[in-house]
């Protein structure tokens, strides 16, 4: 059977598309109220469903909000795409999620399809490659024109709507916690080399090791993996670490995983601190300190800032959110 358009049921009702267009937009018209009735009895009785597509031609919006996401398989992007398109959907919206899994050309290629999709807004989580394209994705932001609000990874040198945590402070709360409980030669399996996030929390824990005399070569980089957690505790319980900060969780759980097959027992032979607070991090066997980077937060913050730049096009805001150091059973009491 025929899909009934708008121009079918101008037809019907002797009135023009456009006027059918505002009626069932509910756009003000001049329109009587007895054709307007006539027009949604039309639409009902022959089934009609607008065209997004069209619609969006019509009204310039299409209701649809953006995500990009470096990683789905880590919780921490997956408990944060939940809120968002929770926060979304509470505003009428639909949200369309895409994956870049940390790679640039996916950055790219994912705004160009979301924007040809005509999503009115973005929230973008960039690759962590992205910190070797920043030029060009800067340029590319300024051509798409649209409303976007940078998540949890973001430029020094950008002016944009973002909201990221201090991620300085964040290595530094759970550096300083273990030299407070008499560690010193503190282990640190590092973000990725040429991310923000992984230099200034990397700079938060040298802080911390410089401020107190203590050795500033017991870290290596990871990549936010499970695998490289796994692989590079290794070299660090060879240099005699007593304890361990990791730059997510994890990576984290990929070290416990090596520690445990190494039978290097946690905490009583190296206490361990992660990052992130996922979800499993309170469940695990022996539960796993970390400093919280409250995804739902980031997620609520980030979708209001959002609305704020769809209702006012100049506004710029950062936000900076606090960490926070969760203490669980990973830690020996001295
Ligand atoms: O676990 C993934 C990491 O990358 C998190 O620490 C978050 O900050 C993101 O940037």
């Known amino acids: 059977m ?17 006027t059918v267009s505002l009626v069932l937009n509910k756009k003000p018209s001049r329109i009587s109220e007895e054709k307007k009735e006539l ?9 009609y469903t607008p065209n997004l597509n069209a619609r969006g031609l019509v009204s310039n919006k299409t209701n649809m909000i953006g995500l990009i996401i470096p990683d789905i398989e880590n919780p921490f992007f997956a ?8 926060e979304v959907d509470k505003r009428g919206q639909s ?13 790219i290629s994912g705004l160009r399809l979301l924007n040809m999709r005509g999503v009115d807004a973005f929230l973008i989580v960039f690759s962590n490659e992205a910190y070797s394209h920043e030029k060009e994705l800067k340029e590319l932001l300024a051509e798409l024109n649209k409303p976007f609000v940078l998540l949890d990874r973001t430029f020094d040198t950008i002016n944009c709507n973002q909201v990221i945590f201090d991620n300085h402070k ?3 709360l759970a550096t300083e916690f273990l030299v407070d409980k008499g560690f010193k030669n503190i282990g640190y399996i590092a973000a990725p080399e040429h991310s923000l996030n992984g230099e200034k929390r990397l700079m938060g824990y040298l802080d ?3 401020r107190n005399n203590f050795p500033t070569n017991l870290f290596v ?37 090596k520690l445990n097959e190494l039978g290097i027992m946690v905490p009583d032979d190296i206490s361990v601190i992660g990052y992130d607070d996922l979800i499993y991090s309170s469940m695990s066997l022996t539960s796993l300190s970390t400093v919280r980077q409250d995804q739902s937060h980031l997620g609520r913050i980030g979708v209001e800032l959002l609305y704020k730049n769809i209702r006012e096009k100049t506004h710029i805001e950062k936000i900076i959110l606090e960490p926070e150091l969760i203490i669980r059973k990973s830690i020996k009491e001295k």
Do not use: C, H, W
């Open 95 to 107: 949200l369309i999620l895409l994956n870049t899994n940390d790679s640039y050309e996916k950055d």
């Open 39 to 47: 027009i949604y009895k039309l639409a009902k009785q022959y089934g």
């Open 79 to 86: 408990s944060l795409a939940k809120v968002i398109e929770e």
């Open 221 to 257: 980089y990871g990549n936010y993996r499970f695998d490289s957690g796994y692989e590079l505790v290794e070299e660090l319980v060879k240099k005699d670490i007593d304890s361990l900060v990791i730059a997510n969780d994890v990576m984290a759980y990929g070290a416990l995983k």
């Open 2 to 18: 025929k899909k009934i358009t708008i121009k079918d049921i101008a037809r019907m009702a002797e009135v023009s598309p456009t």
């Open 208 to 210: 911390v090791m410089k």
């Open 170 to 172: 964040g290595q530094m």
